[in-house]
């Protein structure tokens, strides 16, 4: 099988099609499921009670949107060298996604933050590094928006998104390198985990319910700029004539 | 079980369900705005020329 053949927009667009619906369904099943493990199978904190629910969309939510950045950013720098076009659509099929997790970790973070600590908000590293990753993404959707000629857009928004990449280790290890209000890492790959099985289990299956929603959605808006951007191709041709 | 309690959350159901029922809104507004361009995409295909699948 060629694989490089896949890269071109065209040929890429039924595959995408086809591609959706198998993450689409386990992304909804394993969303109800995590759902069901978290709420009736896991046992309350001993120390946060309920509140600490909130962790199953938190930490999923909150990992998706630095694992898409760097997703984004990858598709950038692709497309820079490579210089194929598909590189940069996926680029820009991510970024609402992503921009929707950063919000989504940014929001339960606060309404975590307000019984834990007492306040919905302060200026800590982790938190203000998760901030600057939603005005990454917004930034990158205006100027890519802002920019009229395709391929010129592709680039600027490319450069911005490789150049934002650097906050992503930044609010990862944020807990570690500075003193801050945000819990270290309660799963990590070489200490494992410090939380009980069913509550790993339930954060867990949602992080993979997300990660399919994320492909299944980014696919559906590839498609959609892969054909927005025929009839705009379409439209100049017949302009010209 | 008792459905009352389980909404309380133990006192934490603002914070819970205030998570909870945001991060549903946006991920459903985000489906169907989606759903809205790939309609928008469709309609501009069908007063022009036709793409396959």
Redesign the interface.
């Known amino acids: 099988m060629n694989w490089l053949k896949y890269s071109a927009p065209q040929t890429f ?2 595959l995408a ?1 086809k591609l959706v619906p198998v993450f689409a369904w386990p992304a909804l099943i394993l969303a109800i499921i995590g759902l069901y493990i978290g ?1 009736f199978v896991a046992p ?1 904190d001993a120390t946060q ?3 600490y ?2 962790i199953f ?2 930490v999923p ?1 909150a990992w998706m949107s630095m694992v898409i950045y760097m997703a984004m950013a990858f598709w950038a720098a692709l497309g820079l060298t490579m210089n194929t076009r598909l590189s940069f659509m996926m680029a820009q099929a991510l970024a ?2 992503g921009a ?1 997790f950063t ?2 970790a940014l ?2 973070g606060a ?2 933050g ?2 834990t600590w007492g306040t919905w908000w302060v200026w800590d590293a982790r938190l203000t590094s998760e901030l600057i990753l939603l005005f990454l993404y917004v930034g990158y959707m205006s100027l890519t928006a802002a920019i009229e000629d395709t391929r010129r857009a592709d680039r600027a928004g490319a450069l911005l998104a490789i150049v934002g990449s650097i906050n992503v280790p930044i609010i990862y290890f944020s807990v570690k390198w500075w003193n801050t209000l945000h819990q270290g890492a309660s799963v990590s790959l070489t200490k494992g985990s410090s939380m009980a099985k069913t509550m790993l289990l339930a954060m867990l299956i949602m992080t993979v319910a997300f990660w399919a ?1 994320a492909i299944a ?1 980014s696919f ?2 590839l ?2 700029i892969v ?2 951007r ?2 705009q191709a ?1 439209w100049l041709n017949e302009a010209k004539e | 079980m008792d459905w009352g309690q389980f909404f309380e959350m133990g006192g934490y159901g603002l914070y819970v369900w205030g998570s909870y029922i945001v991060t549903a809104v946006v991920m459903i507004g985000e489906l169907l705005l989606l759903r809205n361009r790939k309609r928008t995409v469709e309609r501009k295909d069908g007063q022009s020329s036709n793409m396959s699948s």
Request: net charge positive.
């Open positions: 667009y039924p099609g709420f309350t009670g309920e509140s629910r909130i969309i938190h939510a609402p996604t929707m919000f989504v929001w339960t309404f975590w307000k019984p929603y959605v559906v808006r498609r959609c054909r927005e025929e009839q379409a």
